[in-house]
Every structure is written in structure tokens, then in C-alpha cells.
């Protein structure tokens, strides 16, 4: 894991106006690797990298986002029952693929990032968005699933 500098994670006690003051959660598994950069800001967030997330310089995440580079669970029912008594064993199933989110990127509340996205550089994601496919730069983008708004003119 590796984190630049100047770097805000708000959550817990201390209140966000849009947030429900929910824990913010950052879990890394062995071997994944977490990268984010400098001057980053996030609220309330939860962030699972099993494989790899990259978040870029001049990043704002906002309250009650979710990041995950995989399904967490496998998606296989067979699978599943295995997992209530050995997750080792189904672990190995789950699909996992990296994120990436460039610089400048401003993420909404409660924004849902799906594993093997790239977020381009410049762009606004809208509040309650649903990210499942990659998304360019110097755009607006919005929805479930997340779908271009407009062009960003600068």
C-alpha cells in the first residue's frame, strides 16, 4: 500500500454533512496492492483491494462510496456453500480485475466502483452512480450503470 502526500480520510466521529457517520474502511488483501496519490480526500469511504485500485493526485471520494476490485463473493451458488465452510477454498473463484482512477477525478456520494474500471482524468461522477465499465476523461457521468452526461469543455 502506498499513500502520497496530503491525504484526508474523514469517517467515524466526525461528521460529513451528507454522510450517515459511517466507519470508513480500507482493507488491502496480501499480495493486493493499493496505490493512492497525493492531496486525495475521501468521506465515509470503503475501499476492498484484492488485486489492485489505483486512485490518482487530486482525487475527491465522496461520503458512503464503495470501491472493490472484485465480486467479494463467488457468484456460483455451489460455490457460495462451499465458502460457509471454507472461504479459502472459494476465495480462488472470485473474480477480481484492477480500477483505476486518474487524477482530478471528483467521485459523488454514494457512488458504487465496480472491479476492472478506469475513471478518466477531469471527470465528475454523479452521486449514486453504479460504475461497471470504463468511463474517458473530461466528462460527466452519471446513473445505474454509470453512462456519459456530456463533455466536459475546460
Not at 465515509?44 to 472484485?70: F, K, L
Not at 477480481?96 to 471527470?123: L, Q, S, Y
Not at 476523461?137 to 469543455?153: F, H, L, R
Amino acid at each position: 500500500m502506498k499513500i502520497g502526500n496530503n491525504f484526508i480520510l474523514v469517517g467515524g466521529g466526525f461528521r460529513n454533512s451528507i454522510s450517515r457517520n459511517a466507519m470508513s474502511c480500507i482493507q488491502v488483501q496480501h499480495h493486493a496492492k493499493l496505490i493512492i496519490g497525493n492531496d486525495v480526500r475521501m468521506s465515509d469511504v470503503c475501499i476492498w483491494a484484492r488485486h489492485e485500485i489505483v486512485i490518482g493526485d487530486y482525487v475527491t471520494i465522496g461520503a458512503d462510496t464503495v470501491i472493490m476490485d472484485s465480486n467479494s463473493h463467488p457468484l456460483d451458488w455451489r460455490l457460495r456453500r462451499i465458502e460457509c465452510n471454507n472461504y479459502k477454498l472459494a476465495k480462488k473463484e472470485i473474480k477480481h480485475a484492477p480500477i483505476i482512477i486518474e487524477n482530478d477525478v471528483f467521485i459523488g456520494a454514494r457512488t458504487i466502483i465496480n472491479k476492472g474500471v478506469c475513471i478518466g482524468a477531469r471527470t465528475i461522477i454523479a452521486a449514486g452512480s453504479v460504475v461497471v465499465s470504463d468511463i474517458p476523461a473530461d466528462v460527466i457521468a452519471g446513473g445505474n450503470p454509470c453512462k456519459v452526461i456530456k463533455k466536459i469543455q475546460f
